[in-house]
């Protein structure tokens, strides 16, 4: 099984701030991962698709990167509608896919 | 507009049986995958399984492998996720999504309501 490792668990920044979370695969996975946010009470929205793909409708302030066993999602400037927990998801050729653990995002 | 509508809230005793449902619309249900996924309370996002409802080929997390039925109805456009037999920590909010992608169905991009299931005695 590949595994995903995601950090921080948690995180507090400030409206405006710069936002960086990151996804560890424990094999090589190509391009297969995928951001969700998720807000309380609410179903996961997919934000990026392919590592840096921004789906249709998601607001630009939202990016993604990385390729291999290494990603970064990345929100620009932080508004206060973007408090949710982000997960990162993978997917390999079997038809598999793994969720990462989720990141907490909170407002200063 | 795609939409997935999940059936309502179960409350269930242990050692119960209990199916729940996802029903597709405003595409073709047979040309995508679905999967389900749990989420007990407080806690992260766990894949639990996936089908394909063109030909009902099925896949399972190696966690969720005999311990729950995927199945679905393409007559009526509804993936179904059931037990068995139920235990207390079968206690989760499960949802249903749609798998998509150019070449691979390798993100969810439409998600289900979600379906509250409580088991308690």
């Known amino acids: 099984d590949i595994q995903m490792t995601q950090s921080p668990s948690s995180l507090s920044a400030s409206v405006g701030d710069r936002v960086t979370i990151t996804c560890q695969a424990s094999q090589d996975i190509s391009n297969y991962l995928n951001w969700y946010q998720q807000k309380p009470g609410k179903a996961p929205k997919l934000l990026i698709y392919d590592a840096s793909n921004l789906e249709t409708g998601v607001p630009s302030r939202f990016s993604g990167s990385g390729s291999g066993t290494d990603f970064t999602f990345t929100i620009s400037s932080l508004q206060p509608e973007d408090i949710a927990t982000y997960y990162c998801q993978q997917y390999d050729n079997l038809v598999m896919y793994t969720f990462g653990q989720g990141t907490k995002l909170e407002i200063k | 507009e795609v939409q997935l509508v999940q059936s309502g809230a179960e409350v269930k005793k242990p050692g119960e049986s209990l199916k729940i449902s996802c029903k597709g619309s405003?595409?073709?249900?047979?040309?995508?995958?679905i999967g389900w996924v749990r989420q007990m309370p407080g806690k992260g996002l766990e894949w639990m399984g996936i089908i394909y409802p063109g030909d009902s080929d099925t896949r399972y997390s190696p966690s969720f492998q005999g311990q729950v039925t995927i199945s679905a109805d393409k007559s009526i456009s509804t993936a179904y996720l059931q037990w068995s037999s139920l235990k207390a920590s079968d206690t989760a909010m499960y949802y249903c999504?749609?798998?998509?992608?150019?070449?691979?169905?390798?993100?969810?991009?439409?998600w289900g309501q979600g379906t509250l299931v409580t088991v308690s005695s």
């Open positions: 999504a749609r798998a998509a992608g150019l070449i691979a169905a390798r993100h969810f991009d439409y």
């Open positions: 405003g595409y073709s249900f047979t040309s995508y995958w």
